[in-house]
T-cell receptor
Framework: EAGVTQFPSHSVIEKGQTVTLRCDPI?????LYWYRRVMGKEIKFLLH????????ESGMPNNRFLAERTGGTYSTLKVQPAELEDSGVYFC?????????????FGSGTRLTVV | AQKVTQAQTEISVVEKEDVTLDCVYE???????LFWYKQPPSGELVFLIR??????QNEISGRYSWNFQKSTSSFNFTITASQVVDSAVYFC?????????????FGQGTRLTINP
């Protein structure tokens, strides 16, 4: 079984530019999550998709962030325009069920640096 | 509040020493799950263990062991006879219901460096 795939693995952009991160979950996993870790801090929840629907986007920091999951397969997270404080590692995870017991499988993350 | 605290930001030990990573959590829920993840230099988050709130048995897996104590709201992780390959950032996480939705709440992470 292929794992959760994220790309790019690294991205360096200038302030004001746009960046799009992509996540391919494990096939058949309806639940897809985005998390973010800014430098030295905890990993924080951004949002949760169930299939193509946004179940919970309470963690999205502001309207410069837009997440989509067309067709309920892969997801994209766009940052436009990027700011310095957006730098960090963006993780994607997927799971089959939504219960508390179910484990997440995380991707390798995308390290975003805004200069 | 749902919160996880890993008070140790960085730990550095010499190979073969035992090391314990602390994790303290806060939750109002009676049912919850606790996790430990490892983030090696390659970047991915690797699942290590899941423990539910009704199971306080300690667990051992090779050189790794976990001590879950509800009385102190702690879920500590011990590596015995540490090896250089254990060097990584380790995250403790709580999975609970927050505002009607279940989420993973992570601690700040502990960077563990094992020196040869």
């Amino acid at each position: 079984e292929a794992g959760v795939t994220q790309f790019p693995s690294h991205s360096v952009i200038e302030k004001g530019q746009t960046v799009t991160l992509r996540c391919d979950p494990i096939s058949g996993h309806d639940n897809l999550y985005w998390y973010r870790r800014v430098m030295g801090k905890e990993i924080k929840f951004l949002l949760h998709f169930v299939k193509e629907s946004k179940q919970d986007e309470s963690g999205m920091p502001n309207n410069r962030f837009l997440a989509e999951r067309t067709g309920g397969t892969y997801s994209t997270l766009k940052v436009q325009p990027a700011e310095l404080e957006d730098s960090g590692v963006y993780f994607c995870a997927s799971s089959h069920n939504r219960g508390l017991r179910d484990g997440y499988t995380f991707g390798s993350g995308t390290r975003l640096t805004v200069v | 509040a749902q919160k996880v605290t890993q008070a140790q930001t960085e730990i550095s030990v010499v190979e073969k020493e035992d090391v314990t990573l602390d994790c303290v959590y806060e939750t109002r829920d009676t049912t919850y799950y606790l996790f430990w993840y490892k983030q090696p230099p390659s970047g991915e988050l690797v699942f290590l263990i899941r423990r539910n709130s009704f199971d306080e048995q300690n667990e051992i897996s090779g050189r790794y062991s976990w001590n879950f104590q509800k009385s102190t709201s702690s879920f500590n992780f011990t590596i015995t006879a540490s090896q250089v390959v254990d060097s990584a950032v380790y995250f403790c996480a709580l999975r609970a219901i927050i505002q009607g939705a279940q989420k993973l709440v992570f601690g700040q992470g502990t960077r563990l460096t094992i020196n040869p």
